[in-house]
Structure formats: C-alpha cells, structure tokens
T-cell receptor
Framework: KAGVTQTPRYLIKTRGQQVTLSCSPI?????VSWYQQTPGQGLQFLFE???????NKGNFPGRFSGRQFSNSRSEMNVSTLELGDSALYLC??????????????FGPGTRLTVL | AQSVTQLGSHVSVSEGALVLLRCNYS??????LFWYVQYPNQGLQLLLK??????LVKGINGFEAEFKKSETSFHLTKPSAHMSDAAEYFC???????????FGSGTQLTVLP
C-alpha cells in the first residue's frame, strides 16, 4: 500500500505571498492532520480534517487554513507568508475508525523557505 | 493538558552499546504513546506504539519500549546500537477523543564507531 505523499517536496516563496501544500493520505485513511516542524518550536499540531470537516485546530493564526476533499486528499494554505513560516510541514493520515486516539502515519514533508 | 518530556536532546553511544532514550508524559486520561524516528530531510517513521494491553512493546529495527504508568514513562531501548540508528527520535502522546499528537522536543542519537 502506498504511503502518505506530499507535494511539492520543496518550495521557496517571498514574504507576503501565499502557498498551498498538498497531501494524499494512505488509501482508506479518512483523517488527515498537519504539523509544522521548526528548530525552535519543534513539532506543532496545525489542524485535523475528517470527512471534509476540520475536527481540531492548533494554536496558529488564521493565515493557516486547510481543507479536505471527498477522496480524503487535503490541502493547507498559508496566506501572507512571514519569515517565521519557514518550516517543514508534515502531513499524517490515520484510519479514524474509532472516536479516540489513532496511529498516524507521516509523509515526507514539504520544506517551505520564505525569503 | 497533556505533555511529553524527552530527557537529553543529544545522546551518544558506541556501536554495539545499549541505546536508552528517555520519555516521560503527563496526561489526565489513559494515553496512547508512540516513538517516531526521523532521518535527515525525511518525514517521521513509526517505530512502535503503546495503546492498551501489554506494557512492553516491540517495534521495528530491534527497538522496544516499556509503558510504566507509575513512573509516567515510556523509555525507548535497543540492546545493540548500529550506525544506521543515528537519527532524531520523537516520543509522542495522544489521548482522550483527540487524534492530534503532542510531541516531545526530540533526542538526536549519535552512534560512534
């Protein structure tokens, strides 16, 4: 079974621009979560989508948004980019067959550099 | 609130020596606990997980971890380190109705020849 895929793998943008990252979950997985990884803040939860609805959201400004499509693929968008948005953005998927904790499987990440 | 603390941001061991990476957690409800490994310029790979049941869990690449509720710990061990084990290791927690993971700050493992 193919793993979680993320596109693009690398991205360079300038301040003020916006960016869209894409994530395709493992086949059959219905939940997609996004995380931001930086040297200073470590791994932080952005949001989770399940059945095209945002289920949970981390403590990030409204410039960070996402969506999920009917095939469970997900995109996240960052508007008005700031230098501090430079990070590795990781997508994870899980089956979400129960209402509780789940095992998440991660993609390779998208490395975003903001100049 | 839940949290994960990894003791030691950097650990060095000699090839063939015991690997011990420490993780302590805080959770008001029974947690699911995970160890992930990250190689340079890659995503996170699941090493092992504890959900319920047996407290000693075995994972890939010879790693294992023991859930100790009384000590709120979930330390990762491997009897004999290999050069290929050099990477960053993350302990993570999920609990209650939330599927989001709370991560520790990571431990960079160096394996010396």
């Amino acid at each position: 079974k193919a793993g979680v895929t993320q596109t693009p793998r690398y991205l360079i943008k300038t301040r003020g621009q916006q960016v869209t990252l894409s994530c395709s979950p493992i086949s059959g997985h219905r939940s997609v979560s996004w995380y931001q990884q930086t040297p200073g803040q470590g791994l932080q939860f952005l949001f989770e989508y399940f059945s095209e609805t945002q289920r949970n959201k981390g403590n990030f400004p409204g410039r960070f948004s996402g969506r999920q499509f009917s095939n469970s693929r997900s995109e996240m968008n960052v508007s008005t980019l700031e230098l501090g948005d430079s990070a590795l953005y990781l997508c994870a998927s899980s089956t979400a067959t129960s209402g509780g904790p789940d095992t998440q499987y991660f993609g390779p990440g998208t490395r975003l550099t903001v100049l | 609130a839940q949290s994960v603390t990894q003791l030691g941001s950097h650990v060095s061991v000699s090839e063939g020596a015991l690997v011990l990476l420490r993780c302590n957690y805080s959770s008001s409800v029974p947690p699911y606990l995970f160890w992930y490994v990250q190689y340079p310029n890659q995503g996170l790979q699941l090493l092992l997980k504890y959900t319920t049941g047996a407290t000693l869990v075995k994972g890939i690449n010879g790693f294992e971890a023991e859930f100790k509720k009384s000590e709120t710990s979930f330390h990762l061990t491997k009897p004999s380190a290999h050069m290929s084990d050099a990477a960053e290791y993350f302990c993570a927690l999920s609990s209650g109705s939330a599927r989001q993971l709370t991560f520790g700050s990571g431990t960079q493992l160096t394996v010396l020849p």
